[in-house]
């Protein structure tokens, strides 16, 4: 399988514990994406790169939230001191945006946080 | 900044057509997209628009009016399999990042 893959697929920690996401984009995508995306609405934006270079993170994110990209291929997002406020789906995706193409995003399967 | 409103649900009968509109109040808008989204799976690209009309994809059309800030997904002869949330997503033009709608709840019914 070549797609958008995420890991772990479901994670339950207790508030105050620190939670690590993983995400392997398609080989060749040079965009990466991290959305939230809780019961009943749409996905809401976090951050993203372009390779290695994180271009922009939503003013929403508080300090707890960093997210990474080293090498411009997988990226991690790490929130620290979970609050229960954080449980939602965290979804990663990926596109090769160009002029001569859509960009349309792929999503991976998603990682389902729970903060007790 | 961005606003995209959609309606929350919407309910149709087997076999029948039901559209989904999308309005948008993006800065340096580019294109609108189409996903929809299985409960409990990753959302899937239905369509994207950057000119203005219809763009047809079997079952599936997409129209965009980019005066009015408009976009509808019409979903003709629905499929109990077609029972999903719909989610409009407009493109910012100078880096071709997406802000989504809180999408639509289609239920099909027999």
């Known amino acids: 399988d070549t797609g958008v893959s995420q890991d772990p697929r479901h994670k339950i920690t207790k508030r105050g514990q620190n939670v690590t996401f993983r995400c392997d984009p398609i080989s060749e995508h040079n965009r990466l994406y991290w959305y939230r995306q809780t019961l009943g609405q749409g996905p809401e934006f976090l951050t993203y790169?372009?390779?290695?270079?994180?271009?922009?993170k939503s003013r929403l994110l508080s300090d707890r939230f960093s997210a990474e990209r080293p090498k411009g291929s997988f990226s991690t997002l790490e929130i620290q001191r979970t609050e229960q406020g954080d449980s939602a789906m965290y979804l990663c995706?990926?596109?090769?945006?160009?002029?001569?193409?859509?960009?349309?995003?792929?999503f991976g399967e998603g990682s389902r946080l729970t903060v007790l | 900044g961005q606003n995209i409103d959609q309606p929350t649900e919407m309910t149709a009968t087997e076999g029948a057509i039901v559209q989904i509109n999308c309005t948008y109040q993006t800065s340096g808008f580019n294109g609108l997209f189409w996903y929809q989204q299985h409960a409990g799976e990753a959302p899937t690209f239905l369509s994207y628009?950057?000119?203005?009309g219809l763009e047809e994809k079997g079952r599936f059309s997409s129209f965009l009016s980019r005066s009015k800030g408009y976009s509808y997904l019409l979903l003709k002869e629905l499929q109990m399999k077609d029972s999903a949330s719909y989610l409009c997503?407009?493109?910012?033009?100078?880096?071709?990042?997406?802000?989504f709608g809180a999408g639509t709840t289609v239920t099909v019914r027999a």
């Open positions: 997503a407009a493109e910012r033009g100078y880096d071709y990042k997406l802000s």
């Open positions: 995706a990926s596109s090769k945006r160009e002029a001569a193409n859509t960009g349309e995003l792929f």
């Open positions: 790169f372009q390779n290695e270079a994180q271009l922009e």
């Open positions: 628009n950057v000119l203005d």
